[in-house]
């Protein structure tokens, strides 16, 4: 009788162990599973993008679609290159970012220095809010604004007003992270001495904090830099290198989407994704880098 | 007055321009989505005609709507097996090595490809592999774009319920594991029931996000304005159906794509403000 008991708690115990070992098999085989996408991707890109990716790649404008045509067809690689795309983004981007990280810094520091009261707490949940608005919601509020309202036709500052936006939030939300990890000591050191406000945040707080600004300040324009559906929307795109704000532009994410729609030019999709991933994922890798080394 | 107000005033300054972009674009959308309102009424919501024909013009969301939430929906499910599994990995069961710092990077890294970068893989590459395995419309339709979309919110769920996972204190599995308790019994009977409410909060985050993503749908959902009558048939979402139809739009139809992009507006603010207001009450 004893025995049996025996034997049935072992082999109760073995049974346990057993299930606990095929959820651990389980788990690990559905983690793979889970991160092979991004291996998938970047191979695909590379195998199908590097032949594409030269100096004339980065300098030159995209060849017609005739031109890619009359390429094909002799089987070459198709010439040009995405020069307005990249001139396109680069515009925009600076533009955003003159907009969005003085206004999220600065808020940031506000909801930083004013906690739990109303207006602070307000801020944050529409902050919180406003990032999770869909991007495309984001362009047609670009498009209301300043397309219709601003500059009357499709513009470069149209797209950078919808990549603001998106930006904003992300700002806000690391700044004050950011300033909350900052000893309150330091701040009040500093106050003991007569340092006026304004100096305190300008000379205490952003350097003191100013990896961790960086950090989110990256973080946003990585993420907001492969966008295209508002930029569909906002800067529409344009064939040549346009530095005049007011004026249809084209980005990296639009020439993908172009060339994507023009069977001729479809070649050139998979360098333009790769050059827009390099840059992203980079941007990405560096922010966590700093932010690593801060903690 | 000293340069300590002045301070004062900038910084609350600032704080209103978030408000005013945030109440701006309520107003907007809602000023521009009035025309379509007020031609079609509550029913815009409910109708599932889109007919741009010149003169007898008829829009309505419903096919939209339910474009957006079955393929968000089936997203999510087909992501909450990988994305928990990944979060056990990183939290639980390889926490602090050099492994979970590796799956951490990469899942991470998910999140920032770009969208269209998902549409070019999930057409070139995803679609031809389903429609090998027999799927209809030429790969086209509501379960491919379902899948892309259940990658992309792979690292925000990913995340957030790792989060939740590390914030487990240890002397509750502790005592699990003193009584002789396995990992996995650890796991379901003490993990899973303490963080539930935050692993579902991120859930319904990353359902949020899943619901306003465009591109990547738009070059796989098919792009028929009918609400979908399967997993494998065709079909539009709010946001995929703006992208497609606003280039040729103006008057009414523009009306329409706008009242669209509110309806959306104030899902995804319900659906994010859900997801918050839980992640908050646990702090």
Same mark, same amino acid.
């Given at each position: 009788?004893?025995?049996?008991?025996?034997?049935?708690?072992?082999?109760?115990?073995?049974?346990?162990?057993?299930?606990?070992?095929?959820?651990?098999?389980?788990?690990?085989?559905?983690?793979?599973?889970?991160?092979?996408?991004?291996?998938?991707?970047?191979?695909?890109?590379?195998?199908?993008?590097?032949?594409?990716?030269?100096?004339?790649?980065?300098?030159?404008?995209?060849?017609?679609?005739?031109?890619?045509?009359?390429?094909?067809?002799?089987?070459?690689?198709?010439?040009?290159?995405?020069?307005?795309?990249?001139?396109?983004?680069?515009?925009?981007?600076?533009?955003?970012?003159?907009?969005?990280?003085?206004?999220?810094?600065?808020?940031?520091?506000?909801?930083?220095?004013?906690?739990?009261?109303?207006?602070?707490?307000?801020?944050?949940?529409?902050?919180?809010?406003?990032?999770?608005?869909?991007?495309?919601?984001?362009?047609?509020?670009?498009?209301?604004?300043?397309?219709?309202?601003?500059?009357?036709?499709?513009?470069?500052?149209?797209?950078?007003?919808?990549?603001?936006?998106?930006?904003?939030?992300?700002?806000?939300?690391?700044?004050?992270?950011?300033?909350?990890?900052?000893?309150?000591?330091?701040?009040?050191?500093?106050?003991?001495?007569?340092?006026?406000?304004?100096?305190?945040?300008?000379?205490?707080?952003?350097?003191?904090?100013?990896?961790?600004?960086?950090?989110?300040?990256?973080?946003?324009?990585?993420?907001?830099?492969?966008?295209?559906?508002?930029?569909?929307?906002?800067?529409?795109?344009?064939?040549?290198?346009?530095?005049?704000?007011?004026?249809?532009?084209?980005?990296?994410?639009?020439?993908?989407?172009?060339?994507?729609?023009?069977?001729?030019?479809?070649?050139?999709?998979?360098?333009?994704?790769?050059?827009?991933?390099?840059?992203?994922?980079?941007?990405?890798?560096?922010?966590?880098?700093?932010?690593?080394?801060?903690? | 007055?000293?340069?300590?107000?002045?301070?004062?005033?900038?910084?609350?300054?600032?704080?209103?321009?978030?408000?005013?972009?945030?109440?701006?674009?309520?107003?907007?959308?809602?000023?521009?989505?009035?025309?379509?309102?007020?031609?079609?009424?509550?029913?815009?919501?409910?109708?599932?005609?889109?007919?741009?024909?010149?003169?007898?013009?008829?829009?309505?969301?419903?096919?939209?709507?339910?474009?957006?939430?079955?393929?968000?929906?089936?997203?999510?499910?087909?992501?909450?097996?990988?994305?928990?599994?990944?979060?056990?990995?990183?939290?639980? $069961?390889?926490?602090?090595?050099?492994?979970?710092?590796?799956?951490?990077?990469?899942?991470?890294?998910?999140?920032?490809?770009?969208?269209?970068? $998902?549409?070019?893989?999930?057409? $070139?590459?995803?679609?031809?592999?389903?429609?090998?395995?027999?799927?209809?419309?030429?790969?086209?339709?509501?379960?491919?774009?379902?899948?892309?979309?259940?990658?992309?919110?792979?690292?925000?769920?990913?995340?957030?319920?790792?989060?939740?996972?590390?914030?487990?204190?240890?002397?509750?599995?502790?005592?699990?594991?003193?009584?002789?308790?396995?990992?996995?019994?650890?796991?379901?009977?003490?993990?899973?029931?303490?963080?539930?409410?935050?692993?579902?909060?991120? $859930?319904?985050?990353?359902?949020?996000?899943?619901?306003?993503?465009?591109?990547?749908?738009?070059?796989?959902?098919?792009?028929?304005?009918?609400?979908?009558?399967?997993?494998?048939?065709?079909?539009?979402?709010?946001?995929?159906?703006?992208?497609?139809?606003?280039?040729?739009?103006? +008057?009414?139809?523009?009306?329409?794509?706008?009242?669209? +992009?509110?309806?959306?507006?104030?899902?995804?603010?319900?659906?994010?403000?859900?997801?918050?207001?839980?992640?908050?009450?646990?702090?």
């Amino acid at each position: 009788m004893k025995y049996q008991h025996k034997q049935i708690a072992k082999s109760k115990l073995k049974s346990r162990a057993l299930k606990d070992k095929a959820i651990r098999v389980l788990v690990v085989l559905l983690s793979v599973v889970t991160i092979s996408p991004i291996v998938l991707i970047i191979f695909k890109l590379i195998e199908k993008g590097y032949k594409q990716i030269s100096l004339d790649f980065i300098l030159k404008t995209p060849p017609n679609s005739y031109e890619a045509m009359t390429a094909l067809a002799n089987g070459e690689l198709i010439p040009g290159g995405i020069a307005n795309g990249i001139t396109g983004t680069l515009l925009m981007m600076v533009v955003a970012a003159v907009m969005a990280i003085p206004v999220g810094v600065v808020t940031g520091i506000y909801l930083y220095e004013n906690p739990g009261k109303f207006m602070a707490n307000l801020t944050r949940n529409i902050s919180d809010i406003l990032q999770g608005v869909p991007s495309i919601v984001l362009g047609l509020i670009a498009y209301i604004w300043v397309v219709k309202g601003i500059t009357n036709g499709y513009s470069a500052l149209a797209g950078s007003v919808s990549l603001a936006i998106m930006m904003l939030p992300m700002i806000v939300r690391s700044t004050e992270e950011t300033l909350k990890m900052i000893p309150v000591t330091i701040k009040e050191a500093a106050l003991a001495l007569g340092v006026p406000y304004y100096k305190v945040i300008l000379k205490v707080l952003i350097p003191t904090g100013f990896s961790g600004l960086l950090t989110g300040i990256l973080l946003g324009i990585s993420r907001v830099l492969g966008e295209t559906a508002p930029l569909m929307l906002t800067a529409l795109g344009s064939t040549i290198i346009n530095l005049n704000i007011t004026k249809p532009t084209s980005a990296v994410p639009l020439l993908i989407w172009e060339f994507y729609n023009d069977p001729n030019m479809v070649g050139l999709i998979w360098s333009s994704s790769l050059l827009l991933m390099a840059i992203v994922l980079s941007l990405n890798l560096i922010s966590k880098q700093i932010a690593a080394r801060t903690k | 007055m000293n340069s300590d107000k002045i301070t004062k005033i900038i910084l609350l300054f600032s704080s209103f321009i978030i408000l005013f972009v945030a109440g701006g674009m309520v107003f907007s959308l809602v000023k521009g989505a009035i025309p379509a309102f007020k031609s079609f009424g509550a029913g815009f919501v409910f109708s599932n005609t889109w007919n741009p024909t010149q003169g007898s013009e008829n829009y309505g969301a419903l096919p939209f709507i339910a474009g957006t939430v079955i393929t968000s929906v089936t997203a999510l499910l087909i992501s909450l097996p990988l994305s928990f599994s990944a979060s056990l990995f990183l939290g639980e $069961y390889y926490r602090g090595t050099r492994m979970a710092k590796v799956l951490g990077t990469m899942v991470d890294l998910l999140a920032g490809i770009p969208s269209i970068v $998902y549409g070019l893989w999930g057409f $070139y590459v995803l679609r031809p592999f389903l429609v090998g395995l027999g799927l209809p419309n030429q790969g086209f339709g509501v379960f491919t774009a379902s899948i892309i979309l259940a990658i992309m919110i792979i690292p925000y769920a990913t995340s957030l319920s790792n989060e939740i996972i590390m914030m487990v204190p240890n002397e509750l599995k502790e005592a699990a594991y003193s009584l002789g308790a396995t990992k996995s019994e650890v796991i379901f009977n003490v993990i899973v029931p303490s963080a539930r409410s935050g692993i579902i909060a991120g $859930y319904i985050l990353s359902f949020g996000r899943a619901l306003g993503e465009t591109m990547a749908v738009t070059m796989l959902i098919g792009n028929a304005n009918v609400i979908p009558d399967g997993f494998f048939s065709t079909g539009n979402t709010m946001a995929s159906v703006i992208a497609n139809q606003f280039g040729e739009a103006d +008057g009414l139809k523009l009306s329409s794509l706008i009242a669209i +992009g509110l309806l959306l507006f104030l899902i995804t603010g319900v659906i994010n403000a859900a997801g918050k207001f839980i992640i908050k009450k646990l702090n």
